[in-house]
């Protein structure tokens, strides 16, 4: 069964960090490229940052010089590493198995004073 859990969300105030994770399950992690998303409701949801099994990243330019894409292919696990967070910032992330097209259920990220 194919499982891509995300945590690591939660409420940060204006400049703060926060690491999100998404642990998968069910498929071969290491050779597929995993990617961020974001979205806001209302909104289409956004590349925010992904990551090729030869650990080639990408970052969407609102993001870039602040999150940090990475992974862990013995524990099946990628982060998100958020610094200088603004309030643009806030939204539901999920974790997306690009070319299995599986995606996770979101943790929401809200970034407020």
């Known amino acids: 069964q194919v499982q891509l859990v995300e945590s690591g969300g939660g409420e940060v105030q204006p400049g703060g960090s926060l690491r999100l994770s998404c642990e998968a399950s069910g498929f071969a992690f290491s050779g597929e490229v995993m990617r961020w998303y974001r979205q806001v409701p209302g909104q289409q949801r956004e590349l925010v940052a992904s990551i090729s099994n030869l650990q080639r990243t990408h970052y969407a330019d609102a993001v870039k010089d602040r999150f940090t894409i990475s992974r862990d292919n013995a524990k099946n696990t990628v982060y998100l590493q958020m610094s200088s967070l603004k309030p643009e910032d806030t939204a539901v992330y999920y974790c997306?198995?690009?070319?299995?097209?599986?995606w996770g259920q979101g943790t929401q990220v809200t970034v407020s004073a």
């Open positions: 997306n198995a690009f070319t299995r097209n599986y």
